[in-house]
């Protein structure tokens, strides 16, 4: 099984390919300093995995992940990295790659994820995998548009649907769809969330 290390850090990549030097099934082809590097090896070794760091400077992991995945590159990514946080996690998933684990991971995790991500099957340390799962199930929040924040802010003062209605010179139904609406758009299901969760994203001031 080939792979290729893309690290910042020169000890790091030392300490990997020593890692995999030692294990049988495993063939290190190569190493790179940073994205833009990662995908020029990728071209000419054409290995089975990338262990791929994220943040680096002179070219970040998720955009060689993202251009990897443009090209069609037959290697599988596994990020492998010290950070688990959303914006990390989410944007090098959705460009592509097979799974992430930190580097904190133990020997035979890596040895075992590698396998795995080569065979095409996602690998997620289980920090990561408590975060995608929470991300999956929080909705991603809409911007509401001028005519929803208008009877948002009607709303907050307790005003009717009858009286928005005649305020902003619209039906009483168009009232409602809006509401239906601003409901789904913040992830409540009555007026009183509808306004606290304003409150709260600072919609209304």
Do not use: C, W
């Not at 082809?29 to 990662?38: F, H, I, M, N, T």
């Not at 946080?85 to 992430?100: M, N, Q, V």
């Not at 920090?127 to 924040?149: H, K």
């Amino acid at each position: 099984m080939t792979l290729l290390i893309v690290d910042d850090h020169p000890v790091v990549r030392d300490g990997l390919r020593g890692m995999f030097a030692s294990a049988p099934g495993f063939r290190v082809l190569g190493e790179a300093a940073d994205g833009v590097e990662a995908v020029e090896r990728v071209a000419r070794l054409d290995p089975d995995v990338v262990l791929m760091d994220l943040r680096m400077p002179g070219g970040g992991g998720v955009e060689a992940i993202a251009r990897l995945t443009r090209e069609g590159a037959r290697a599988k990514v596994l990020v492998l990295t010290t950070y688990d946080t959303d914006s990390d996690t989410l944007p090098a998933i959705e460009a592509g790659a097979t799974g992430y684990l930190l580097k904190d991971a133990p020997r035979d995790e890596l040895f075992t994820a590698v396998r795995a991500a080569a065979q095409g099957r996602t690998v997620l340390s289980p920090a990561v995998a408590t975060r995608l799962v929470s991300a999956v199930r929080t909705p991603v929040s809409e911007p509401l548009s001028a005519r929803e924040r208008e009877v948002l802010a009607l709303v907050a003062k307790g005003t009717s649907n009858r009286e928005i209605a005649r305020e902003l010179f619209i039906s009483e139904a168009t009232v409602k769809t809006h509401l239906t609406h601003l409901y789904t758009k913040l992830g409540v299901s009555d007026r009183a969330a509808a306004v606290a969760v304003a409150y709260e994203r600072k919609i209304l001031g």
